[in-house]
């Protein structure tokens, strides 16, 4: 089946310095997933950061980047320069687009806490 | 302003005991998901459901059974509870394919 791994644990960055996470995947049901970037934040649900949707294209989102790169089956995602507000959870995800057009099933990884010390 | 609610945020259950967890949302969303999260996984996928009355199996729904009545709320039930089945559940919406799926704030479950 479908899988996502990403960064494990926490990562603890001082602000205003700069953040990856790691994520690679693995899709056997589809040969060019949907990727996206789930962020959560304390207290709330889960909320999309961004997407890409077509392989070489990169997404931006509040100062966050990711390239989707089908070579390496990776999607990491980056900042130049993090801000305490950027402590939350954030979440690796590929859709398989489903069989139903009415819907689709995303794939998680298990998530990356993210500290910001100011 | 779209929103997914869930309720209840928090809820202690003796194992054996029936369980009803709601999810709401204000957008007509067709499809709605249920969720569960436990340490060191990902979120899994319980159920889907495509519209009322429209519901499908997702990777891990045994224990579990759903009830979409009407397009804006979905429910998700355990009949007899286990306590295996601690853990955190998120509803979740989308107006359809391609299109980004809206979260609700997630029911931290407690099975005793």
């Known amino acids: ?118 | 302003d779209m929103k997914v609610t869930q309720m209840p945020r928090y809820l202690i259950k003796r194992m054996g005991e029936n369980v009803l967890l709601e999810c709401g949302q204000d957008m007509s969303h067709e499809t709605m998901y249920w969720y569960r999260q436990d340490p060191g996984l990902g979120l899994q996928l319980i159920y889907i459901s495509y519209d009322v009355d429209s519901n499908s199996e997702g990777d891990i729904p045994k224990g579990y059974r759903v009830s979409r009545k009407k397009r804006e709320h979905f429910s998700l039930i355990l009949d007899s509870a286990k306590t295996n089945q601690t853990s955190v559940y998120f509803c979740a919406s989308t107006p359809g394919q391609r299109a980004e799926q809206f979260f609700g704030p997630g029911t931290r479950l407690t099975v005793l």
């Open chain 1, 1 to 118: 089946g479908d899988s996502v791994t990403q960064t494990e644990g926490q990562v603890t960055v001082s602000e205003s310095k700069s953040l990856i996470i790691n994520c690679t995947y693995s899709a056997t049901s589809i040969a060019y997933p949907n990727l996206f970037w789930y962020v959560r934040y304390p207290g709330e649900g889960l909320q999309l950061l961004l997407k890409v949707i077509t392989a070489g294209q990169k997404g931006s989102s509040r100062g966050f980047e990711a390239t989707y790169n089908k070579e390496t089956t990776s999607f990491h995602l980056q900042k130049a320069s993090v801000q305490e507000s950027d402590s939350a959870v954030y979440y690796c995800a590929l859709s398989d687009l489903g069989t139903n057009s009415a819907g689709n099933k995303l794939t998680f990884g298990i998530g990356t806490r993210v500290l910001v010390r100011p």
